[in-house]
Nanobody
Framework: QVQLVESGGGLVQAGGSLRLSCAASGGTFSNYAMGWFRQAPGKEREFVAAISWSKDTYYADSVKGRFTISRDNAKNTVYLQMNSLKPEDTAVYYC???????????????????WGQGTQVTVSS
């Protein structure tokens, strides 16, 4: 139902930062739970972070303390601020939306979610 478009990916050196954005349209954004996932070549898609309609946040252990998820309901946009990037963070990052709860994003398999097209993040060195 909701359409999602990611942006902000690119090439960055280890230790650097990137900020990803996910713009939503076609739904009532403020009611959606939002999340970020990533998938590296040859690996399964993995959960990165999620944020509820009330801005409760959740993080994978691998990014906790380095990444911050946030949302601006007035702009229908969710963000992922990525600091202290490591080569193992290299992946295609996907935005996801669920109309009920972050619970459906935080456990696998993810069902009932809408997905963006993904944006490539590459960390060198």
């Amino acid at each position: 139902q909701v359409q999602l478009v990611e942006s902000g990916g690119g090439l960055v050196q280890a230790g650097g930062s990137l900020r990803l954005s996910c713009a939503a349209s076609g739904g009532t954004f403020s009611n959606y739970a939002m999340g970020w996932f990533r998938q590296a070549p040859g690996k399964e898609r993995e959960f990165v972070a999620a944020i509820s309609w009330s801005k409760d946040t959740y993080y994978a252990d691998s990014v906790k303390g380095r990444f911050t998820i946030s949302r601006d309901n007035a702009k229908n946009t969710v963000y992922l601020q990525m600091n202290s990037l490591k080569p193992e963070d290299t992946a295609v990052y996907y935005c996801a939306a669920h109309g009920t709860s972050t619970m459906y994003l935080r456990r696998s398999p993810v069902t009932g979610a809408d997905w963006g097209q993904g944006t490539q993040v590459t960390v060198s060195s």
